[in-house]
């Protein structure tokens, strides 16, 4: 169990952030079926989890700058030996300092109570619909009761504020996700040794995976693309199952998840295992872009600088080898580069 004093703070600090008459309704995830009676394993939405390190399905927080409340599974020892102990309300209230916990059947009794008299509901609107439906069906009725004085929110702000807390990351989160990139590194290096002509891109991907759950993390952070040859075109490539193929290059784009951080590498080698001198000298073309956008990661540099100075420098190596032809101006101008580079020099989330 993480220490909860970082989650109470988080919380008391997203309330500062809620002007009086404010009030956010942030939901947990909930299982996602499969197949039949097969569920995806579970992950906790990554707001949830940043603001309660709660990892239970279901769980529904409502804050307002002065007053904070959870709804969550009841606990159910029926149900917690099928699918696991559950931490209930009175432990939940006690651990995140709330005013208030509620089982989740407590949910449409209680909620309209919230809400009643706030003007600004907080919502990450449009993830799930019936969700929002239920949101604004509450709004409304409510809002039909305006002769005895009653009102509901009638403004929905995305509450991207917790994002952009997110961003900010602390000394702690930093080490989770240096961890992360350790093992991430520890996979690929093992990866590139391993691989031979004649595997399966998906036994690449099972080295990725073993890698990663040995180090300690959770493995990956997200689908791990294996591409090889012409595959590696395709920048969300799922398959993973070709032979890889003497000559070929292997694109592998993989990161290990720890604690919810996870990292997210883009590697490209040789099958063979050596480059042919065209592969080496694309290669190092990429590598230079790499290493002057690394170079330009100083703090209060915005990110669209690095993304613009790359896209430059691309677009004079795609003339210089005639892949492109006009003044470099003209080829950023008309966006010809996106032939080849298609997609920004990284992503935040
Ligand atoms: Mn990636």
Redesign the pocket.
């Known amino acids: 169990m993480v220490d909860s004093k970082i989650y109470i703070s988080r919380i008391q600090s997203v309330q500062k952030q809620l002007k009086s008459g404010g009030i956010l309704v942030l939901f947990a995830a909930s299982h996602v079926t499969r197949n039949r009676d097969v569920e995806y394993k579970f992950r906790q939405d990554s707001d949830f989890y940043y603001l309660t390190g709660i990892n239970e399905p279901d769980s529904i927080l409502v804050l307002t700058e002065d007053h904070s409340v959870m709804f969550c599974l009841p606990k159910d020892k029926d149900a917690e030996i099928w699918t696991g102990i559950r931490l209930g309300k009175n432990k939940i209230k006690k651990q995140l300092n709330l005013n208030e916990t509620f089982d989740l059947s407590e949910w449409k009794k209680e909620f309209p109570k919230l809400i009643l008299n706030k003007d600004t509901l907080y919502h990450f609107f449009g993830i799930n619909s019936s969700r929002d439906q239920y949101l604004l069906k509450t709004c409304h009725e409510i809002s039909q009761k305006v002769r005895d004085g009653k009102f509901a929110p009638e403004r929905i702000i995305q509450p991207y504020f917790i994002h952009e807390m997110r961003l900010n990351k602390s000394k702690e989160e930093i080490i989770i996700l240096e961890e992360s990139a350790r093992i991430t590194a520890i996979g690929h290096i093992r990866l590139m040794r391993e691989s031979l002509p004649g595997m399966r891109e998906y036994q690449l991907e099972a080295i990725l995976e073993d890698s990663y759950l040995s180090e300690g993390s959770w493995g990956g952070g ?1 689908g791990h ?1 294996v591409a090889s040859g012409k595959n590696a075109c395709i920048l969300h490539y799922v398959e993973n199952n070709a032979v890889l193929k003497k000559g070929d290059l292997v694109l592998v ?3 290990a998840e720890k604690n919810y951080y996870t990292a ?3 590697r490209c080698f040789p099958v063979d295992p050596k480059f042919t001198p065209a592969q080496s000298h694309i290669y190092s073309l990429v590598l230079a872009a790499q290493k002057n956008a690394i170079r330009m990661c100083v703090s209060g540099k915005p990110f669209y600088d690095i993304h613009d100075a790359t896209v430059r420098f691309f677009s004079e190596c795609l003339k210089d080898l005639n892949l492109l032809k006009g003044s470099v101006d003209k080829i950023i101008e008309k966006g010809d580069y996106k032939k080849f580079y298609m997609h920004m020099i990284g ?1 935040f989330f």
């Open positions: 997200y693309i784009d993989s990161g997210d590498v883009t992503h």
